[in-house]
């Protein structure tokens, strides 16, 4: 059984921080590419991180490059979302998900076939 959990959202002042977790099992495991996407109501999917699960490439959201942080434990089975210095426009539901292909800069959702439920983050003074 396939299954992508999320977790640490919540409330948090402007300059707060806050760190997110996916806990992934079953086959999702195989996947190759780990990322961190979000959603506001009315807007499209977009992209913040993505992390190879094999090698630990990296690539950044030009947007959130420098406040964000993303990693995996040594197995790829934990991938995480350190999220610092955030902003109102910040506020989202956030969605890990895995693909097959090895990540690329574009964060193209549709490549990804494999999504958690969300969680939402909230910056609000």
């Known amino acids: 059984q396939v299954k992508l959990v999320e977790s640490g959202g919540g409330s948090v002042q402007p300059g707060g921080s806050l760190r997110l977790t996916c806990a992934q099992s079953?086959?999702?495991?195989?996947?190759?590419?780990l990322g961190w996407f979000r959603q506001v109501p009315g807007k499209e999917r977009e992209g913040i991180a993505t992390?190879?699960?094999?090698?630990?490439?990296?690539y950044y959201a030009d947007s959130d490059k420098g406040r964000f942080t993303i990693s995996r434990d040594n197995f790829g089975n934990t991938v995480s979302l350190q999220m610092t210095n955030l902003k109102p426009e910040d506020t989202a539901m956030y969605f890990c998900?895995?693909?097959?292909?090895?990540?690329?800069?574009?964060?193209?959702?549709?490549?990804?076939?494999?999504w958690g439920q969300g969680t939402q983050v909230t910056v609000s003074s």
């Open positions: 079953g086959l999702v495991t195989l996947r190759r590419c």
């Open positions: 998900a895995a693909g097959g292909r090895l990540c690329s800069r574009y964060m193209r959702p549709s490549e990804y076939d494999y």
């Open positions: 992390i190879n699960r094999g090698d630990g490439v990296k």
